[in-house]
């Protein structure tokens, strides 16, 4: 199974301020097909998840774009440009190369 | 607009049953592949399992495997997920997500249902 690794655990920010999240899977994401199917998910107290970013940068549709995704192989990044109240909560990165499908523990942001 | 509404959670005994169900709307649900993904009281997000868009393919997490069955019945919009030999590890949050076409996981996410396995 991959395994999936984020960090920080949390991540207090200040209003306004940029945020970051690492995600680093076991072995690489490229797909055979030369997709590369690592997602991140927010999840907002008592909501379920949401879709925010697909194939590592794609947003989704209606995610802002202070949201962006980067990285390649085993390593990728969340970055939140300019933090928002609404965006406090649980990120999730998730790989969807092969099956079982796989979750990174999560990383709380939450304003200082 | 997508919907995706579980329900069939609920209390229920170690080694007892349950069924869940997912009822959508707002797509072409016969076209589309399906998860279940399950989320621990103050935990991280688990798949549990997979269904395609014609119910052929199937595929479980090791820790589910032989006790639960995904299966979908596209005339009635519907998936389900049927739970036996239930321990208290299966407590969680159980959430139908869609696939969105061209494998995008999970697209969308119904509100989930509740399970607690307890005595």
């Known amino acids: 199974d991959i395994v999936m690794t984020q960090t920080p655990l949390s991540s207090p920010v200040t209003l306004g301020q940029p945020a970051s999240i690492s995600c680093r899977s076991s072995?690489?994401?490229?797909?055979?097909?030369?997709?590369?199917?690592l997602s991140w998910l927010q999840q907002r107290p008592g909501q379920p998840p949401r879709l925010l970013i697909y194939?590592?940068?794609n947003r989704f549709s209606g995610v802002p774009d202070r949201f962006s995704g980067s990285g390649a192989g085993t390593d990728f990044t969340l970055k939140i440009s300019r933090v928002e109240a609404e965006d406090v909560g649980v990120y999730y990165c998730?790989?969807?190369?092969?099956?079982?499908?796989?979750f990174g523990g999560g990383t709380k942001v939450e304003i200082k | 607009e997508v919907q995706l509404v579980e329900s069939g959670g609920g209390l229920v005994q170690p080694g007892g049953s349950l069924r869940l169900s997912c009822a959508a709307s707002?797509?072409?649900?016969?076209?589309?592949?399906m998860n279940w993904v399950r989320q621990a009281p103050g935990k991280g997000l688990e798949w549990v399992s997979y269904?395609?868009?014609?119910?052929?393919?199937?595929y479980y997490a090791d820790s589910v495997k032989g006790r639960f069955t995904i299966s979908r019945d596209n005339a009635k919009n519907s998936l389900y997920l049927q739970m036996n030999s239930l321990r208290a590890e299966d407590t969680a949050v159980y959430y139908c997500?869609?696939?969105?076409?061209?494998?995008?996981?999970?697209?969308?996410w119904g509100q989930g249902t509740l399970v607690t396995v307890s005595s």
């Open positions: 997500a869609r696939v969105g076409l061209g494998w995008l996981p999970h697209d969308y």
């Open positions: 707002g797509f072409t649900f016969s076209s589309y592949e």
């Open positions: 269904i395609g868009s014609s119910g052929s393919a199937i």
């Open positions: 072995q690489s994401l490229v797909h055979s097909d030369g997709n590369t199917y």
């Open positions: 194939k590592i940068s």
């Open positions: 998730m790989q969807a190369t092969q099956f079982p499908l796989t």
